[in-house]
């Protein structure tokens, strides 16, 4: 299916009938019933427990089941842990393979050829796009999607939040967050 | 475009085309090529390419032949539907034939094939059949 639609929007852009920037308009303005609220609830959830952090770790696919959600989270996915010595981002070479039963619709920059092609040569600089600097010593890791393995990251949970609720915790968590290109946001962000 | 005429744009298509999948007012999607799918339609009717009243129609053919055959009639299978309506409209209105449609299928595929992992796909000359 992705083939064909990918050949279908060549075909068209090529021959002036659409343009891509409209149509991640168009896309980007639909509510799925999916999105990354899934992902925050995940993410809240290993922070908040560390037996299920432990399981997410060692199998997304399997821990996100037990939560019960109603989306069915596909096989294969990995989450990986941003920790203070670690970062971790996530690309896709091919540009569909999006972790999208937890995170929804890709958004459009991440289907963009220069993030695709930048991020494994110089994430710093593409991190530094989306207003993150991290420390020199901070190693990145790239994680390079495909259609059989998709990553999620988990990260940082933010100081000051201890005792938080799980509900409270995933406010904190933005879909740039867990694609890697964005931090949790900070406990003052969050209204009390 | 600007987000209100796209709403429109969208209630025009909802009105006319039966069966596209919605919560509340907004269509859904299961997965992202469904999206792609329907933004698509949705730009080629802005240009005129089609009337909602013609997709309407061919879109119908579709799912009706495609039941003939066994498809499940629980909308599980509407955008495959789509998709096909939209290949045939593109063929129909001259734009691009099946054929061109397969040698860019086949490119991309072509395309993947020969990338080596962790760089960005792109279309060449070559992986074209």
Known sequence: ??????????????????????????????????????????????????????ALLADASQAIETLGLEQKVGDHLIAV????????????TLCSCYPW???????????????????????????ADFGVTLPADKTIRV????????????????????????????S???RDSMIGTGLAKTASEVAA | ????????????????????????????????WQAQAFAMALALHQRGVFTWTDWATLLGEEIRNARAEGDPDDG????????????????LKGIASSDTLGRYVHAWDHAADRTPHGQ???LRPEDFP
């Open chain 1, 1 to 54: 299916m992705q083939l064909r639609v990918r050949a279908l929007e060549t075909v068209l852009t090529e021959k002036g009938y659409v343009d891509p920037a409209a149509l991640d308009r168009i896309i980007e303005a639909y509510e799925t019933r999916i999105g990354p609220h899934i992902g925050a609830r995940v993410v809240a959830r290993a922070w908040a427990d560390p037996t299920f952090k432990k």
């Open chain 2, 76 to 91: 599980s299978t509407y955008y495959r539907h789509w998709l096909a309506t939209l290949e045939r409209v593109v063929a």
């Open chain 2, 1 to 32: 475009m600007t987000d209100n005429a796209e709403a429109g744009a969208v209630r025009a298509a909802l009105d006319v085309v039966p069966g596209i999948p919605c919560e509340g007012e907004a269509p859904v999607f299961e997965e992202p």
């Open chain 1, 101 to 127: 039963d937890v995170l929804g619709l890709p958004p459009a920059w991440y289907k963009s050829t220069p993030y695709r092609a930048r991020t494994v040569k110089e994430p710093r600089t593409v991190l």
């Open chain 1, 81 to 92: 842990e941003n920790t203070a010595s670690t970062h971790n981002m996530i690309v896709c």
């Open chain 1, 172 to 174: 904190l968590v933005t």
């Open chain 1, 143 to 170: 994680w390079d999607s495909t259609a059989e393995t998709r990553f999620i990251v988990l990260p940082m949970r933010p100081e000051g939040t201890e005792g938080w609720s799980e509900e409270r915790l995933a």
């Open chain 2, 120 to 122: 960005a796909i792109e």
